[in-house]
């Protein structure tokens, strides 16, 4: 494994000197080109905000509860156990029926469709230098996105891709919700090289999250990037190939892999 410092980088006339043999690069979405941001909040008061208009009469607190219990953000470790995508529309009936509260499925549609679509008001800062890197990297290599989403599907991820100018770059997209499972699942990674025409041996994918991202790439045979600011390898029984703190670094790294 080697950690990767951008002044490392190779230089030609002011210019990367490319030597191919990575073909295919494919980023994770959320802390890596997104920045994380939390709708929590909002989606809660969204619920409350129906509910009191129902004249539902439950105590705040068992709504938070049943709330947090079905809306609460699945940790890695839970999606190795689980492969398996939590939509939203099952989070929401799990919660209204924790709650004994009746509603149509018209009803039920629409307001998933409201959570779901929260996230447009606001959308995530892209994280530093990500525009740049995808800019560099695109006359060169295939590019895809193999994102997990939680209560904001690829519909939306797609809108928010499209309104920070970065959807040209990529060739093909994942989400957890399009596919049915989360990574570190190989079917991610399979459809994204499928779809992109290239072996893994031949790819590489970048992410933040060692149990998901790193794991799944290297169970399937690509090379794997770590974004990481502050890095800790020494227990991790799968290492990335490399570890670095902004997505710039990238660039340097790929284009010198032999």
């Known amino acids: 494994m080697y950690i990767y410092t951008y002044s490392d980088a ?30 929590s909040d909002i989606r809660l008061n969204l619920i409350l905000d129906i509910l009191r208009k129902r ?10 509860e049943s709330y947090e219990s079905n809306f609460s953000f699945l940790v890695p470790e839970q999606k190795m156990n689980n492969f398996n995508h939590v939509y939203t529309e099952s ?11 009746k509603m149509s499925n018209a009803e039920v549609k629409n307001i998933v469709r409201k959570l779901e679509d929260i996230m447009l008001s606001n959308p995530p800062p892209l994280k530093p230098n990500v ?10 290599y295939k590019i895809g996105l193999i994102s997990d989403t939680g209560i ?8 928010a891709l499209e309104q920070h100018e970065i959807l040209q770059f990529f060739d093909t997209l994942i989400f957890s919700d399009e596919l049915g499972v989360y990574k570190p699942h190989p079917l991610p990674f399979q459809t994204a090289l499928k779809n992109l025409a290239v ?7 970048i992410g933040d999250l060692i149990d998901t991202d790193i794991v799944g790439a290297k169970n399937y045979n690509m090379r794997a990037i770590w974004v990481n600011n502050e890095p800790n390898i020494k227990f991790l029984k799968i290492k990335p190939d490399f570890i670095i703190k902004d997505i710039y670094e990238t660039v340097g790294i790929i284009a010198q892999i032999p």
């Open 10 to 39: 190779v230089f030609r006339n002011t210019s990367f000197y490319y030597i191919i043999m990575i073909k295919a690069i494919t980023f994770d979405l959320w802390n890596t080109l997104f920045e994380n941001i939390s709708y």
């Open 55 to 64: 004249d539902i009469i439950l105590s705040i607190d068992k709504i938070k």
């Open 91 to 101: 989070r929401f009936l799990n919660l209204i029926n924790n709650l004994n509260v």
């Open 131 to 140: 525009k740049k890197t995808l800019e560099s990297l695109d006359p060169y």
């Open 152 to 159: 904001t599907p690829g519909r939306i991820l797609k809108l």
């Open 199 to 205: 072996s893994a041996d031949v790819s590489i994918h």
